[in-house]
Each structure stands twice: as C-alpha cells, then as structure tokens.
C-alpha cells in the first residue's frame, strides 16, 4: 500500500514541479536527501575504533567493478541487437564469471568489501532476497517477452518458445 500510493504521489508532484519550475528541477529536488543522510550519518554512527590492519580491497573491487560494467554493456546491447547475438553473449558470460569471481574472491578476503557472514543470518538473506525480488521492481518473464517479441529484437526461435508471442 505504501509502495503505491508513494509512487502516485510521486508521479503527480514531479508533474507539477515539471509543470512550475522545468524539467531541470527533478534533478535539484535529490540534493537535499544526501546531504541529510551525511548529516544523520556523522551525528548517530560512533566513529569505528577498529580499523588497524583494515585495507580497501582492491581485487575485490576491480573484480565488483568490471563485472558490473560488462554486465550493463551486455544489458543496452541487447536492446538493439539479439540477445542471442555473439557480442551480447560474451558481455553478459564475462559478466556473469567475474561476478562469480568476486564471490570466491571475497571468501578468502582478508578484509572483504561486505562481510561475507551477513548471509549466513537469515534477516539480513530474507530482506536482501525480498529487495531484490519485489514484483514492481523486476521484470517478469512473461512481460519481458511479450515486450521482446513486439520489437524486431524478437528471433524466430524466441518466438516459437513463448507462449505469449502466438
């Protein structure tokens, strides 16, 4: 219910602050909320006392980084050519492997980017899980065919498995 009604709420004040101020306003109405947090952050958080022998990780890092990137290069080819084309294959299985990459990586890090312990407790897995499965923020199978299937990026043999393309 909240999820809905922020979102209406949102949508018609973006309107009229489009409508009063320009289009140029959405991008100053996201100012402020950083700032706050920074201030939350430095007046609530206690400053960690323990960072001696802490360093940034960075295989890790470069791992995380390269995998994402090769991931959304993947991703926005694929919104003009095939997915099942060479070169959106390659982007994505690169992608995939060193996202994988990162996960051994980081259980044999000596000061991983995340504590790789957080997914043993069963909140924080179930909260992570919902996060990212919430029905209004991914894309269904079935909406992400018939969406592929009325643009030219639809190959034959896509079309004969789904359902939704007859």
Known sequence: MASASSSAV?????????????????FWVNVPIPVLAAALTLAGVPQSADTAGRRIDVPGATLVTAGLVLAVAGFARAVRHPWTGRWTLVLLIAAAVLLTAVSAQQLRAASPLAPVGWLAARGILVSVSTCCWRPSRCVTPSSWCRSTCRTSAATPPCRRACGCCR
Do not use: D
Not at 10 to 26: C, D, I, K
């Open 10 to 26: 949102s949508a018609l004040a973006g309107g009229r602050l489009v409508e009063h101020s320009g289009w140029r306003a959405v």
